[in-house]
Structure formats: C-alpha cells, structure tokens
C-alpha cells in the first residue's frame, strides 16, 4: 500500500475507525474536527456517541508520525481505537455556568501575548511583558489527560463578575489544584549542586506549570529560597528554570541556551517565549531581557 498523505490518512482513520471499536460505538458519529488551542489549531478525529453531551476528539498527528514511520496502518488504527475507548468521567456541562460550581475549579495558565493573539481577543487575561495569564476551568483529570475549558468573556458576564475577581479566584484555586514545586535542576537530571544554582519552578503535574511563577506571592517567596533577585529562562509552557542573578552566565549565554534547548528539545506547541525575564527582588519588578541582537535568533 502506497503512503498516505496526511489528509488521506484522516479519510482512512475516519471511514474504518468505527469497525475497530465495541457495539456500543457503532452508532457514534465519527466527523474529522478542527479544534483551536492557545496559539495553534490542529485537526483531529472526533467521536461521539448518540446519547452523549460529549464526546473524544483525538490528535492524528502523532499517529500519523508513527504511520510514517513504518509503524503498520493495522497497529495504528488499534492504537486510536484504544485511545477512544479511554474511559472519562461524566462531564457536567450545566455546572460550568453556574460560578459557585466553577470557581472550585479555575486555575491559570500562561501564554505568549504575540503568539496567541486571536485566542486572546476571546479570553480575559493579566498581562505580564509579552505574556498573558488565562483563566481555565478544570472540566476532569484522570491519569495523564487533564480535559479543560478557558472562561471566556461571555462567560464571565454571565457569571455576574469582574476580571479582577475572575483572575484573582483563578490564581488562588490553581495554587490549591496544581501546587508549585521548586526543585534543583541538578536533582532533576541527576549531577552534584551547591546551594545556588539552577532551579526548574513548575507545578505537581509538571504540566502547564510555568504559569505557577504567577501564583499570587511565589515570585516573592520563590526569590527568598533563591538569594534574591533571579532571570527566568522560558524553556517552555511547563515550566521556568531559574538561574541567580549573580549566574557566572552572561545574558547572551543564557539566551542562546534557551534558543537551543527550543530547537532540540522542546515541541514547537509548547514554546513559551524566545528571550529570558528577570526578577528583581527589591523592587518586586518582572520584565523581559532582550540579549541584544537575540531577539530573531529563532527566525
């Protein structure tokens, strides 16, 4: 069989997809979906059963990948068929519009202002430099999946609030949901370290945690455990490693580092900035450092 393209191999995944799953599928619809995210869209197969409020739209793209890969299209359509029967709990559309019901359940993310500016036209938000932190409701979480919805404006005017108590609410309960973790860099990857050195600041999931250097005080308490003032290298959305702000590392070096672990290591959907921040303590001040002549290293 001659390799697919990628929209043949949707046609293929959305026409044969069906015969792969149990009875209880057999009268879902099966429809190829574009969905948006922060800063990107990507299209997928999307599967729902006739009784269902919901459903499960799955991204072709790594499995695509494998199928080039010489993976045989048979163990990749049993790998979505798999996918899809993943059980979820039941999602409770009707809470999301009562705010008692959501607020134990908001949290924050952040994302890059330039990268993402149609999404962020929808979606109340706090400017920090170039980036912005977005409110979100933990719709559920089972295993690795964290399944979640953005509040947007109108939903906000439904709920009768501001976007200062909005943000604020999300903040907090994030700080409760996903707990920040300040950890060594050197524990992480498994070398010696003395007391100042490189940190990584995340969250318990290790996912989406960069946005817990936004929790309400942690730039404050985060510059106590470091000595003071520090830069925050932007290595992608899920976290920030931070170095002192007496790091023998010149401004150039760190940015060129960032450059580098973008390029080799992080995927492109998860990019959070191109260019470092600083921290300083003393005048509880966050802001972009631009190396010079760094700023289109990327480009």
Not at 218 to 229: D, I, K, L, P, V
């Amino acid at each position: 069989m001659e390799l697919m393209n990628y929209r043949e191999f949707e046609t293929y995944v959305k026409e044969n997809l069906k015969v792969l799953l149990p009875e209880a599928y057999q009268d879902s619809d099966v429809c190829i979906k574009e969905m948006r995210r922060p800063g990107y869209t990507y299209r997928g197969v999307g599967v729902k059963k006739t009784n269902d409020n919901y459903g499960i739209v799955v991204d072709l793209e790594q499995f695509y990948e494998a199928y080039r890969k010489n993976m045989p299209i048979s163990k990749v359509m049993f790998s979505i068929a798999s996918y899809v029967q993943t059980e979820l709990p039941p999602i409770e559309f009707e809470g999301v519009m009562d705010y008692e019901w959501t607020r134990k359940r908001l949290f924050i993310r952040v994302m890059n202002r330039m990268w993402c500016r149609d999404y962020l036209k929808r979606v109340p938000h706090l400017v920090a430099e170039d980036l912005a932190v977005t409110p979100h409701i933990k719709m559920f979480e089972t295993g690795d999946r964290l399944s979640s919805t953005p509040v947007t404006y109108e939903l906000m005017e439904r709920y009768g609030i501001n976007k200062e108590q909005l943000m604020r609410d999300a903040a907090e309960n994030g700080m409760r949901l996903f707990p920040s973790r300040l950890k060594y860099l050197a524990d992480v990857i498994g070398v010696d370290r003395d007391e100042r050195v490189q940190r990584i600041i995340t969250n318990d999931r290790g996912l989406n945690g960069a946005a817990a250097l936004f929790y309400p005080g942690e730039m404050e308490r985060t510059a106590a455990q470091m000595g003071g003032s520090f830069y925050a290298v932007p290595t992608s959305v899920h976290e920030f490693i931070l170095e002192p702000a007496d790091t023998d590392k010149s401004e150039t070096q760190m940015m060129d580092a960032l450059h580098e672990t973008l390029r080799v290591f992080t995927n492109e959907d998860d990019w959070l900035s191109d260019h470092l921040y600083y921290y300083d303590a003393e005048r509880h001040q966050f802001a972009a450092v631009y190396a010079e002549e760094k700023q289109n290293k990327l480009s």
